[in-house]
């Protein structure tokens, strides 16, 4: 098996139901963040404008998730927008969520070796494969989570709700520039979202268009430095 991928069945299982809410910062440990939602929303393109976006100031390991190929790692490795040893594909064999919430064993090891090669990162990011409205990470895996919706999904999506929709501590609807051409309504699903959600925040973006990645990047520094300093003692988590 190469070096750079990980199998799920290669791994035991790990005891992670305990956890649901966010941990305290282990000092020197990068801040672990989720990238999830359904197929075709934008997860790995969100992912790789990220990297564009903040590896010049941080230091960014990334682990992708699909379930019979590396597809994700490999365009992301093809888009150069990190080194390419620094990302690392999980193929799960089986639901994209039983390896980022059931057992998350093989994306635990891919992130924790990514860490120690590359120590010392500032941000490890784990994409899931597409699922649907009811895939989380385990708190176990990630310390945050983003969710990401789109336009073209139907602007039915957040009113239907899910732990997706309502458990990420971002959620991003994504290709509002296309929501006029598949006759979806961004302000209901604004709406809609932030009924579901408690006060926590989304977000709209355009990932294909310039700048389209700047309110995800904004709020994903803020939550490194937060990360960072509450490990030292500067901050609460």
């Avoid at 976006?53 to 490795?77: F, Q, W």
């Avoid at 999904?153 to 959620?171: C, I, M, N």
């Amino acid at each position: 098996m190469p070096a750079d991928l990980f199998q799920i069945a290669d791994h035991h299982q790990h005891d992670h139901g305990a956890a649901h809410h966010h941990p305290a910062p282990a000092a020197g440990r990068p801040l672990r963040v989720g990238v999830g939602g359904p197929v075709g929303s934008g997860k790995t393109t969100l992912v790789a404008e990220l990297c564009r976006t903040l590896a010049r100031d941080l230091a960014i390991v990334v682990v992708t998730n699909d379930i019979y190929t590396s597809e994700d790692a490999l365009a992301l490795r093809a888009a150069g927008v990190l080194d390419p040893e620094r990302i690392v594909a999980v193929e799960t064999g089986a639901c994209p969520h039983t390896a980022i919430r059931d057992d998350i064993a093989a994306n635990l090891d891919a992130v924790e070796e990514l860490e120690r090669r590359f120590a010392p990162a500032d941000l490890s990011l784990v994409e899931s494969g597409g699922d649907n409205l009811t895939a989380v990470f385990s708190q176990g895996l990630v310390d945050r989570q983003i969710f990401v919706l789109d336009t073209a999904g139907g602007d039915d999506v957040p009113r239907k709700g899910g732990p997706g929709v309502e458990l990420a501590d971002l959620l991003v609807i994504n290709k509002v520039d296309l929501a006029p051409l598949v006759g979806s309504d961004v302000d209901r699903m604004i709406a809609d979202a932030a009924a579901r959600r408690s006060g926590k925040p989304v977000v709209t973006t355009a990932l294909r268009s310039p700048g389209g990645v700047t309110p995800v990047a904004e709020w994903l520094t803020q939550q490194v430095r937060v990360w960072q300093g509450a490990a030292v003692g500067e901050v609460p988590v």
